[in-house]
């Protein structure tokens, strides 16, 4: 018995991995260096710095226009994918280790892959903040605060439409929202809801979160 409990307490603790630092493409930005394949594709180069502990990293790339989620995995520090032009996407990298179940996960940075003939760019979808996806919440006074972030390689956002309601479909709550936030929203308790966020930049061009749900206690 002692001897076990010995070799037990000997047993070395396998550090975790630190999470990787993102380089290229830029965050928010209008990517211009990819290896153009066609008019419609075009190769770009994701690079990223060393994460301690780890022997290999998940690069995840999602389609912010269609929703598509793609994942690829490296032991390198960079990795080139094509990529449909004229679309914007976001990214992240999860460093993970032979030796241990435990990964760490960068932060998600947003670029745009440019296209020809485009001297603006349409804003990501917004950033849901409060409530998140199935994010189950209680009102104050019958009353929660809606909030998000939005971003646009052209820094040039000017107001939101928020949508809320009861169905999968929600109605127009607040149209030509300024502020990316809006309190005092009455709901019901121990409701489903359903909402979401248009962004509109200043020529006019739009994006769409897509629907979230949340649930009030």
Known sequence: CLLGVTLLSCKKTVPPPTKAILSLPSNNEACTNGTILSPTL???LFKWTASQ???SYELTIKNLESGLVTTQTT??????VALTRNTPYSWFVTAKSSKTDATAQSEVWKFFNVGEALSFYAPFPADMVNPKMAQRITPTAGKITLD????DVDNDIINYDIYLGTTANPPLLKSNQ????????????ATTYYWKVITRDSKGNTSDTGIFVFYTN
């Open 53 to 55: 502990n780890a022997d």
């Open 148 to 151: 998000w972030t939005g971003s």
């Open 42 to 44: 075009s190769t770009i």
């Open 178 to 189: 300024v502020e990316s936030i809006l309190s005092d929203v009455a709901v019901n308790n």
């Open 75 to 80: 032991t390198a520090l960079e990795l080139p």
